[in-house]
Structure formats: C-alpha cells, structure tokens
C-alpha cells in the first residue's frame, strides 16, 4: 500500500504539467502550482488576459463514473472557491481582477493523457 502514494503524486504531476503546457499554449500564463493555503490545494493558478483563473485539474484512467469533470462535485466546488478566496487575500496585487474556475479533465495515459478544458466551470456564486 504504501508504494501506491508515490506513484499516485508521480501520476498527478504528470497530468497536471500536461494541463499546464495544454493551457499555456492557449495563451494563459501560470501564476502558481500546488498553491497551499488554509483552505486547500489550488491545482493551477494562472491569469487569461486580465482574468485569474483557478484550474482544477482531474485525472481519470477512464470516463465510467462520469470522468474527471464530474468529480468536481459541490463540496470540493466550496473547498475551491474557499482556497480562491485565501489566496487573493494572500495576493492582493490580483485582488480585484475578475476571476473564473476552470476544469481540466484528463483521462488515459497519464504521461500523455486526453484533455478536455472546461472554461467557466463553475461560479462562486453557485457555491
């Protein structure tokens, strides 16, 4: 059991840096990865014009069970806009720009997973 966990980190670094090219490459610049604060993990941090957008990124081997982007359920939804929040507090310099949550749904091979960018995911007024 305890050989899954580093395979399971060396996984979600793979597909998060593979959303992060994947999204760069679309013209959004990255701000911050794995940004910790008290109110979790924030996946992506990066700015899309004027916008900070905060990037959830979910990997699944396959779709069953609705994939990655189905995953974002309504708590882990709270959870992100709470970490969102912390971290413009912490950032005050970004404080006032408009702000999305974006998903990026991966899924197959982790080393070159499919991806599939959810822009706009979700609102923090939905939360």
Do not use: Y
């Amino acid at each position: 059991m305890a050989r899954a966990e580093p395979d399971r980190r060396a996984r979600g670094d793979a597909v998060e840096t593979a959303a992060q090219g994947f999204l760069e490459a679309k013209g959004l610049r990255l701000l911050a990865r794995n940004a910790s604060t008290r109110g979790g993990e924030l996946d992506l941090v990066m700015t899309d014009g004027a916008a900070v957008v905060f990037v959830e990124v979910r990997f699944r081997a396959d779709a069953a069970f609705g994939g990655g982007a189905a995953s974002v359920d309504a708590g882990k939804r709270r959870r992100l806009v709470h970490a969102a929040q912390i971290w413009l507090q912490e950032h005050p310099t970004h404080a006032e720009a408009p702000c999305r949550f974006d998903v990026v749904a991966a899924s197959g091979d982790p080393a070159l997973p499919a991806l599939d960018w959810l822009r706009d995911a979700f609102r923090a007024d939905d939360c």
